[in-house]
Nanobody, 118 residues
Framework: HVQLVESGGGSVQAGGSLRLSCVATGYPYNGYCVGWFRQVPGKEREGVAALDSDRSASYADSVKGRFTISRDNAKNTLYLHMNSLKPEDTAMYYC?????????????WGQGTQVTVS
């Protein structure tokens, strides 16, 4: 049973940094991808970053060079390090996981954590 619990969102000024965390349990590392999505009300959900089981990362063009995805297997935790934040990064951020062949439509989601950049 896959469970994902995010934390670390908040309000920050433009140019600032935040680190999102997602405790992810109940899934096998092999063959699974994990990642972060974000959504603004009235807009489609957007993939932000993803990490496959070989720790190969991919990023949306809008966050390349500013965001970094990482995983600490010992802590069952996925991170999203966000630097040089912009107002357009404001969104609800969701952690997701599933077999890599389901991407970019994973089936397991966390509850979300709000990021607001002013």
């Amino acid at each position: 049973h896959v469970q994902l619990v995010e934390s670390g969102g908040g309000s920050v000024q433009a140019g600032g940094s935040l680190r999102l965390s997602c405790v992810a349990t109940g899934y096998p590392y092999n063959g699974y991808c994990v990642g972060w999505f974000r959504q603004v009300p009235g807009k489609e959900r957007e993939g932000v970053a993803a990490l496959d089981s070989d720790r190969s990362a991919s990023y949306a063009d809008s966050v390349k060079g500013r965001f970094t995805i990482s995983r600490d297997n010992a802590k069952n935790t996925l991170y999203l390090h966000m630097n040089s934040l912009k107002p357009e990064d404001t969104a609800m951020y969701y952690c997701a996981a599933d077999r890599c062949d389901t991407w970019p439509y994973p089936g397991y989601w966390g509850q979300g954590t709000q990021v607001t950049v002013s």
